[in-house]
């Protein structure tokens, strides 16, 4: 699905000559490269402080964790996501509370999020599924009606633009109270390795993430709150802090293979081409098609998948079982809610490969792949 090492040829000298000065330097932990790149990300998404962690999905824990929920508190997301944003809600005894997601962008639904607004809630995470960003003007505003907190889990959307009504322009991270992202390797912004980051403009919620993060602790020895242990590697830093400074040519080469694709796909009767919101630049970590006016959609999608495989073509499945119908989350008697949009999308998207090294050639093969499956 991605080819990170062509991409890391590219950038060989510059990444191996950081990794050796941090292995010269033995400062793994913490190390000079790990603030260097935090203030650099921090500028790059627009937010005051940038705290990095071991993961994407420490990353929402500590972000759960430093706003103060209660067990019992309910957390609204949405259903079609990967695990890690719901497994987390979970993990701190909070409930989760799923809704739908909009039928073209795959991302929360702001009517659904208003429905589902209980006494109990205290937060909403929104997710900026494969690289589209959520309405985030409409969810701020219900936030802000409601009093909730909002962590915008940006794991698939570094780099994307949202432009607001009034023509200001912010990138996804930075627009709730809280952001979080992932570093991992496939991510549009990928370390060699694992990696997180939590961003927020507000000086106290930075201070308890931080806190948070490394074991409660405030000064050494001193823990005043229970944390957990969650560090970004100073090689990882010093490799990503080489890599943000290509991340937004990284966004549009994802954008001009989408392209690419688009045009190869358009007006076919069987395939959805991505939407692109008009308040937001894709930066599609994702190109996932939807296969359409099928009759056994599920079937057919694994029928092309395995076709595709025959012509060593990887493509995925993002993601088969949305988040109400997981077996974790049965004692929160989710599995009968009604989430057409969320169960028709789970039968049909399919992802294809999308990265920063796909030439033509390569992608009129995928492409005419996908189509002569289609086509017979
Ligand atoms: C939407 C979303 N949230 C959170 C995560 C978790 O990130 P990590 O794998 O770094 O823990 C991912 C990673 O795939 C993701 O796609």
Same mark, same amino acid.
């Given at each position: 699905?991605? %080819?990170?090492?062509?991409?890391?040829?590219?950038i060989?000298?510059?990444?191996?000559?950081? $990794? *050796?000065?941090?292995?010269?330097s033995? #400062?793994?932990?913490?190390?000079?490269?790990?603030?260097?790149?935090?203030?650099?990300?921090?500028?790059? *998404?627009?937010?005051?402080? /940038?705290?990095?962690?071991?993961n994407?999905t %420490?990353?929402?824990?500590?972000?759960?964790?430093?706003?103060?929920?209660?067990?019992?508190?309910?957390?609204?997301?949405?259903?079609?996501?990967? @695990? #890690?944003?719901?497994?987390?809600?979970?993990?701190?005894?909070?409930?989760?509370?799923?809704?739908?997601?909009?039928?073209?962008?795959?991302?929360?639904?702001?009517v659904?999020?208003?429905?589902a607004? !209980?006494?109990?809630?205290?937060?909403?995470?929104?997710?900026?599924?494969?690289?589209?960003? /959520?309405?985030?003007?409409?969810?701020?505003?219900?936030?802000?009606?409601?009093k =909730?907190?909002? *962590?915008?889990? &940006? #794991?698939?959307? @570094?780099?994307? %633009?949202?432009?607001?009504?009034?023509?200001?322009?912010?990138k !996804?991270?930075?627009?709730?109270? @809280?952001?979080? /992202?992932?570093?991992?390797?496939?991510?549009?912004?990928?370390?060699?390795?694992?990696?997180?980051?939590?961003?927020?403009?507000?000086?106290?919620?930075a201070?308890s993430?931080?806190?948070?993060?490394?074991?409660?602790?405030?000064?050494?020895?001193?823990?005043?709150?229970?944390?957990? &242990?969650?560090?970004?590697?100073?090689?990882? #830093?010093?490799? =990503? %802090?080489?890599?943000?400074?290509n991340?937004?040519?990284?966004c549009?080469?994802?954008?001009?293979?989408?392209?690419?694709y688009d045009?190869?796909?358009?007006?076919?009767?069987?395939?959805?081409?991505?939407?692109?919101?008009?308040?937001?630049?894709?930066?599609?970590?994702?190109? /996932? +098609? !939807?296969?359409?006016?099928?009759?056994?959609?599920? $079937? =057919?999608?694994?029928?092309?998948?395995?076709?595709?495989?025959?012509h060593?073509?990887?493509?995925?499945?993002?993601?088969?079982?949305?988040g109400?119908?997981q077996?974790?989350?049965?004692?929160?008697?989710?599995?009968?809610?009604?989430?057409?949009? !969320?169960?028709?999308?789970?039968?049909?998207? @399919?992802?294809?490969?999308?990265?920063?090294? +796909?030439?033509?050639?390569?992608?009129?093969f995928?492409?005419?792949?996908?189509l002569?499956?289609?086509?017979?």
């Open positions: 699905m991605v %080819d990170t090492k062509t991409q890391y040829e590219k060989k000298p510059e990444i191996d000559k950081a $990794v *050796i000065e941090v292995l010269e033995s #400062a793994f932990i913490n190390g000079k490269p790990v603030q260097s790149f935090a203030n650099n990300l921090s500028n790059y *998404i627009g937010t005051k402080y /940038t705290i990095p962690c071991a994407g %420490d990353a929402l824990q500590i972000a759960m964790m430093a706003l103060g929920l209660q067990p019992g508190d309910e957390v609204i997301t949405p259903s079609f996501t990967y @695990i #890690a944003t719901t497994e987390v809600i979970a993990l701190l005894r909070l409930t989760p509370v799923f809704v739908e997601v909009d039928s073209k962008t795959f991302c929360m639904d702001p659904a999020l208003e429905k607004i !209980t006494p109990r809630t205290k937060a909403i995470v929104p997710v900026h599924l494969y690289g589209q960003a /959520t309405p985030m003007e409409a969810i701020m505003k219900i936030a802000e009606k409601h =909730l907190f909002v *962590i915008e889990d &940006n #794991a698939q959307a @570094i780099g994307c %633009d949202y432009y607001f009504a009034d023509g200001t322009l912010k !996804t991270g930075s627009i709730g109270h @809280i952001g979080t /992202t992932s570093f991992y390797p496939s991510k549009n912004l990928g370390a060699y390795g694992d990696g997180g980051a939590i961003f927020t403009n507000d000086e106290h919620l201070g993430l931080k806190m948070i993060a490394n074991h409660g602790q405030s000064k050494q020895y001193y823990h005043d709150v229970v944390g957990c &242990n969650s560090r970004l590697d100073t090689i990882q #830093a010093a490799i =990503l %802090d080489i890599k943000l400074k991340l937004d040519e990284y549009d080469a994802r954008r001009k293979a989408a392209d690419y045009n190869a796909f358009a007006n076919h009767a069987k395939i959805k081409t991505p939407f692109r919101a008009p308040y937001s630049k894709h930066v599609f970590h994702q190109y /996932t +098609l !939807t296969l359409e006016g099928i009759e056994q959609p599920a $079937v =057919l999608r694994n029928e092309l998948k395995e076709y595709l495989a025959g060593k073509i990887p493509a995925m499945i993002y993601y088969p079982v949305p109400h119908k077996k974790m989350f049965e004692q929160f008697n989710v599995s009968s809610q009604n989430m057409p949009v !969320t169960d028709w999308l789970t039968e049909r998207v @399919i992802s294809l490969p999308i990265h920063t090294e +796909l030439d033509e050639e390569q992608l009129n995928i492409s005419s792949k996908v002569e499956f289609l086509n017979k």
